[in-house]
T-cell receptor, first 112, second 113 residues
Framework: AQSVTQPDIHITVSEGASLELRCNYS??????LFWYVQSPGQGLQLLLK??????LVQGIKGFEAEFKRSQSSFNLRKPSVHWSDAAEYFC??????????FGAGTILRVKS | NAGVTQTPKFRVLKTGQSMTLLCAQD?????MYWYRQDPGMGLRLIHY???????AKGEVPDGYNVSRLKKQNFLLGLESAAPSQTSVYFC????????????FGPGTRLTVL
């Protein structure tokens, strides 16, 4: 069965600093991988997704993620964080029936 | 185009009471999902539907029932609420083609006393 691990529960970065959120997955076949963001009191919004091809994926709001099969990782990055990026971030892997399995989430705090 | 809407936004129940959460989408999506979100556990799939008149169990289906009588609506029912069902519930929908984006509703915060 597929699973997703997000090792960091909380991360705090300074505004303008770079960001990397970690995600490790377990899946037998070629994975379909996603990053979602949830602002406080809101639903989830898709940042980016990887299906195949180029292992560096560009998303919305200046985010990118890199798929590394050898490390079973799909880490999310942003070169310069803005205060509005403070939110909870979820990594997910797609399985049978178009079902998603989510990680536990990483809460990002941005300090000014 | 409202996307995915959920009714109600908040609800407080007493143990043993019943209620129904309504999810509606106006994107003509085939697939719909109900998740619950608990701190430190991410989102877990309760039930899902791959088309009108169909439903299937997800990861944590116990204590919940669902119905998809109309394509645009997906109902989640709690027949006898328990404190363990205190959570935030999210509905999502997608076309069902490949791994098209799942679009999420704003959530329903349910407290069971």
């Amino acid at each position: 069965a597929q699973s997703v691990t997000q090792p960091d529960i909380h991360i705090t970065v300074s505004e303008g600093a770079s960001l990397e959120l970690r995600c490790n997955y377990s899946y037998g076949a070629t994975p379909y991988l996603f990053w979602y963001v949830q602002s406080p009191g809101q639903g989830l919004q898709l940042l980016l997704k990887y299906f195949s091809g180029d292992t560096l994926v560009q998303g919305i709001k200046g985010f990118e993620a890199e798929f590394k099969r050898s490390q079973s990782s799909f880490n999310l990055r942003k070169p310069s964080v803005h205060w509005s990026d403070a939110a909870e971030y979820f990594c997910a892997v797609g399985g049978y029936g178009n079902k998603l399995v989510f990680g536990a989430g990483t809460i990002l705090r941005v300090k000014s | 185009n409202a996307g995915v809407t959920q009714t109600p936004k908040f609800r407080v129940l007493k143990t043993g009471q019943s209620m129904t959460l309504l999810c509606a989408q106006d994107m003509n999506h085939e697939y719909m999902y109900w998740y619950r979100q608990d701190p430190g556990m991410g989102l877990r799939l309760i039930h899902y539907s791959v088309g009108e008149g169909t439903t299937a169990k997800g990861e944590v289906p116990d204590g919940y029932n669902v119905s998809r009588l109309k394509k645009q609506n997906f109902l989640l029912g709690l027949e006898s609420a328990a404190p363990s069902q205190t959570s935030v519930y999210f509905c999502a929908s997608t076309t069902g083609r490949g791994f098209d984006t799942q679009y999420f509703g704003p959530g329903t915060r349910l407290t069971v006393l």
